[in-house]
Antibody
């Protein structure tokens, strides 16, 4: 059974850092790209970042709102995707979700984690 | 960036009646590989998004057949043939033909 479990969220002060983890199971992690999304309270969905699988160079993409502050990475040996969030702002407050996708096919984003809440407040 | 414009913002539907949501993109979502990188998600309160439709018109496994997706290029539609009480929630379209991936603003569906 495919499972994605996010962890690492919490309350953090503006300007501080947090690292989120997305632990995957039930599929061959290295075959998939992984993405992070977020949803601020009462708002819509926003894509944050993505990392391709090693066969596609492990390249990364970022939303403009987080570029230079957030870093996505992956450890295929542990089936975990990470989101390192630095210089956090109050507007980064959101539930963060991870999801999987496959390169060169639209059969993607079929599984999502339950999300982890990040609250940035003093 | 590709802008996704979703309408209407909200929908109040009598059970058993149809519902339709429109999603328009500022660029074609048809890739040179022949696939269309347009998705539809349903999100119920307090839950993560759930995939309904991928590739503009392919129903994901387990999704009731009252849900259908259509459209091509820049113009897409999600239809619910007969709305049921369990269909309450928000619906989003998303494009992934190019980064940054972008969502429509969402449509909230409620039951009359």
């Amino acid at each position: 059974e495919v499972q994605l479990v996010e962890s690492g969220g919490g309350l953090v002060q503006p300007g501080r850092s947090l690292r989120l983890s997305c632990t995957a199971s039930g599929f061959t992690f290295g075959d998939y790209a992984m993405s992070w999304f977020r949803q601020a309270p009462g708002k819509g969905l926003e894509w944050v970042s993505a990392i391709r699988g090693k066969p596609y160079g492990g390249t990364t993409e970022y939303a403009a709102s987080v570029k230079g502050r957030f870093t996505i990475s992956r450890d295929d040996s542990k089936s975990i995707a990470y989101l390192q969030m630095n210089s956090l702002k109050t507007e980064d407050t959101a539930v963060y979700y991870c999801s999987r996708s496959r390169a060169t096919t639209v059969t993607s984003f079929d599984y999502w984690g339950q999300g982890t809440l990040v609250t940035v407040s003093s | 960036d590709i802008v996704m414009t979703q309408t209407p913002l909200s929908l109040s539907v009598t059970p058993g009646q149809p519902a339709s949501i429109s999603c328009k993109s500022t660029q074609s979502l048809l890739h040179t590989d022949g696939q269309t990188y347009l998705y539809w998600f349903q999100q119920k309160p307090g839950q993560p998004p759930q995939l309904l439709i991928y590739g503009a018109s392919n129903r994901f496994s387990g999704v009731p057949d009252r849900f259908s997706g259509s459209g091509s290029g820049t113009d897409f539609t999600l239809k619910i043939s007969r709305v049921e009480a369990e269909d309450v929630g928000s619906y989003y379209c998303m494009q992934t033909i190019q980064a940054p991936f972008t969502f429509g603003g969402g449509t909230k569906v409620e039951i009359k």
